[in-house]
């Protein structure tokens, strides 16, 4: 069985100040793990993923997330926040590769003001 | 040249009707999946279909049927339609038999909204 949970269901920030979305997973299996962003009214867009390789691992649009397995943490980092990174993220995570699914966390929105 | 399309974008109907969306994606992969989006903008698995064949049938009413007529489509039906069928339907696509497994491709999405 798997889990996700998103410890902040909405995060607000200055443009220009960094960025911490938190995410804690539970896994019996050796897990693989996603960060995706949902703009308004669009679909899901894969930002990074990490699969039992580097456990720093960057993504798109300056994002990187680091995987802690003592902590069982996969949180989500920007240095500096800019207007176009307002969205929903998702954290997710699925046992290693195999038909499993994604479980996906309850997102945290990210409101990013002037 | 979209990887994972859907069709309609957005679908009103009324309750009792009966609708289908339709799925293609062009990645080459083997493996499609439908995900529901709710109001409160969760995500979870409906179902899931490996080279045409159901693989995954989480907890979902009869009246929803997926269909596969070869491995590149994955289209839902929905029978009866229920004002709680109101949703972001999500399709998406993976390649699961070959290589090294780097997740999902996920299509637009599809508001369906029943009135």
């Known amino acids: 069985a798997q889990s996700v949970t998103q410890l902040d269901s909405h995060v607000s920030v200055s443009e220009g100040t960094p960025v911490l979305l938190r995410c804690n997973y539970s896994?019996?299996?050796?897990?693989?793990l996603f960060w995706y962003v949902q703009h308004p009214n669009k679909g899901l867009q894969l930002l990074l993923k990490?699969?039992?390789?580097?456990?720093l691992v960057k993504g798109i649009n300056g994002f990187e997330a680091e995987f802690k397995k003592s902590e069982t943490s996969f949180h989500l980092t920007k240095p500096s926040a800019h207007m176009s990174d307002a969205a929903e993220y998702f954290c997710?995570?699925?046992?290693?590769?195999?038909?499993?699914?994604?479980?996906f966390g309850k997102g945290t929105m990210l409101l990013v003001s002037p | 040249d979209t990887a994972v399309s859907q069709t309609p974008k957005y679908l009103v109907t009324q309750m009792g009707n009966d609708k289908s969306i339709k799925c293609e994606q062009n990645?080459?992969?083997?493996?499609m999946y439908w995900y529901k989006q709710d109001s409160k903008k969760f995500l979870k698995i409906m179902f899931s279909?490996?080279?045409?064949?159901?693989?995954i049938n989480e907890t979902v009413p009869n009246r929803f049927s997926p269909k596969s007529p070869d491995k590149a489509h994955l289209n839902l039906h929905i029978n009866s339609l229920e004002l709680g069928d109101s949703a972001v339907y999500f399709c998406?696509?993976?390649?699961?038999?070959?290589?090294?497994?780097?997740?999902?491709?996920f299509g637009s999405g599809t508001r369906l909204t029943v009135v």
């Open positions: 998406a696509s993976s390649q699961v038999s070959r290589g090294p497994w780097n997740g999902y491709t």
């Open positions: 990490y699969t039992s390789a580097a456990t």
């Open positions: 997710v995570v699925s046992a290693d590769s195999g038909y499993s699914t994604l479980t």
């Open positions: 279909y490996n080279n045409k064949e159901l693989i």
């Open positions: 896994s019996s299996y050796s897990p693989s």
């Open positions: 990645l080459g992969h083997d493996t």
